[in-house]
C-alpha cells in the first residue's frame, strides 16, 4: 500500500551538501530516527529528525555526489512512500 509523498532538497557548500528531506508518514518519535540513521549507514553530521505537521523531517549533511545512496538507503526504510525518493547528488 502507498503512502505520502516526499520531497528531499540540497545545498551544496563544496566539500558536503545539506539535505532537508520530508517524509509523507506519520512521525513515530525517535526510535524510528534511530532505525533511519543506523539503516542508512553513513556518518551524517548534524543528523536531526523531528516532527513537521505530524510527519518525519530530515536534516544532515553528506558527502556530494551521495543522493543515488541516501535514495536507496531511505527507499529501504520507507518502501511504501510513492514514487521513491528524489534526493539530488548535491
Excluded: R
Excluded at 51 to 59: D, R, V
Amino acid at each position: 500500500m502507498a503512502v505520502g509523498p516526499q520531497s528531499c532538497h540540497a545545498t551544496d557548500h563544496g566539500a558536503f551538501a545539506s539535505y532537508d528531506v520530508l517524509i509523507g508518514i506519520p512521525y513515530q518519535g525517535a526510535q524510528v530516527c534511530d532505525l533511519t540513521y543506523s539503516n542508512l549507514e553513513f556518518n551524517w553530521v548534524g543528523w536531526k529528525c523531528v516532527e513537521n505537521n505530524g510527519e518525519i523531517q530530515l536534516y544532515f549533511d553528506a558527502g556530494v555526489n551521495l543522493g543515488s545512496n541516501i535514495n536507496s538507503g531511505l527507499e529501504a526504510c520507507y518502501p511504501n512512500i510513492v514514487g521513491g525518493f528524489n534526493c539530488p547528488d548535491d
